[in-house]
């Protein structure tokens, strides 16, 4: 495993790192949850995603179990707060007193006394970003937080959230979570150049498409026991399903043989090439998934490769 820095800060994180959504708390139980976080940790993965909304709170506290039997200080573990939380007008969103009660009750369903990363899940339109600078530099002042970041946020906020911290001598997001893959680019035009200018490392989601790019859908199949074939987890998955966008996927085959990669491996290289990028989040159920996915970290992707990819999936304009 090789390691990247945080954007400009000073933290190191895996080139790979282990998300929750949509399996720890759902789709896999407590034990299989452990063997994966430890599987994990043992091929030299150190940062592990959450969020609070993820499984209503559920996948925190899987993760936070498996996390027990690991020393606290080889690991980097990562939560989220946005998303409503209940009917409660004020447990949703990014007020000082949403941000701090979320902080609080996710140290409390992950059994640590800090997070290494709490980022904003969306951006709020009905929170000046003054008061959700403020509050972030309140909890990393405290010991609560150590570093802060933001996730599919657009350039102009990251820019805006930038020059307040500034501005008022604070500490500034160190990190963005927007999706990206060979399927979705458009962080490319606007985000990638912004968040570099101002020090933000991406840690990017999805970047097997949610299995997509990995051809186990090749020919429009949806196997059993697949995400695609989970009405409760296959939600955001249309698009990437269509034929015609499945056929080209089925064209990187070759490139991935003639590499001795296998697609998802190929679909997590093509990523992490990019600068910018510090880490790229897979979601697994099996520890095979895991070992395969690992061995994308390292590799260079020859030139020839890169704009083949380039031809079938043009960079948006």
């Not at 020059?163 to 893959?181: D, F, G, I, K, T």
């Amino acid at each position: 495993m090789e390691y990247r820095q945080l954007g400009s800060s000073g933290l190191r994180v895996s080139e790979i790192s282990l998300g929750s959504w949509l399996t720890f708390g759902s789709a896999v139980d407590p034990d299989a949850t452990r063997d994966l976080v430890h599987r994990a940790f043992d091929l030299g993965i150190n940062l592990f995603d959450t969020a609070d909304v993820y499984a209503g709170g559920a996948a925190e506290e899987a993760l936070g179990r498996a996390l027990r039997d690991l020393s606290r200080h080889h690991v980097v573990v990562a939560s989220k707060c946005f998303f409503p939380m209940s009917e409660n007008p004020n447990d949703r969103g990014l007020s000082r007193k949403h941000i701090v009660e979320s902080v609080e009750r996710s140290l409390r369903r992950l059994g640590t006394d800090y997070l290494d990363l709490q980022q904003c899940h969306r951006p709020d339109p009905h929170v000046a970003i003054e008061e959700t600078v403020c509050a972030f530099e309140d909890l990393i002042r405290q010991g609560k937080l150590l570093y802060w970041g933001v996730s599919e946020w657009r350039a102009e906020h990251i820019v805006e959230a930038c020059r307040v911290a500034e501005l008022r001598n604070a500490y500034a997001p160190v990190s963005n979570q927007p999706q990206y893959s060979i399927l979705r680019r458009g962080i490319e035009r606007a985000v990638l150049p912004v968040s570099q200018r101002n020090g933000l490392g991406q840690i990017v989601f999805s970047p097997l498409a949610q299995g997509a790019l990995t051809g186990k859908y090749s020919g429009g199949v949806r196997p059993g026991g697949s995400r695609a074939a989970d009405d409760q987890r296959n939600q955001f998955m249309d698009a990437f399903l269509e034929e015609e966008m499945l056929a080209r996927v089925d064209r990187l085959q070759p490139l991935a043989d003639e590499l001795g990669l296998s697609m998802a491996q190929l679909a997590l290289a093509w990523c992490l090439r990019t600068p910018g990028v510090s880490s790229a989040i897979v979601g697994v159920t099996r520890p095979e998934q895991l070992d395969d996915d690992v061995k994308a970290s390292g590799r260079r992707l020859p030139v020839e490769v890169i704009d083949a990819i380039e031809e079938l999936f043009p960079a948006p304009g």
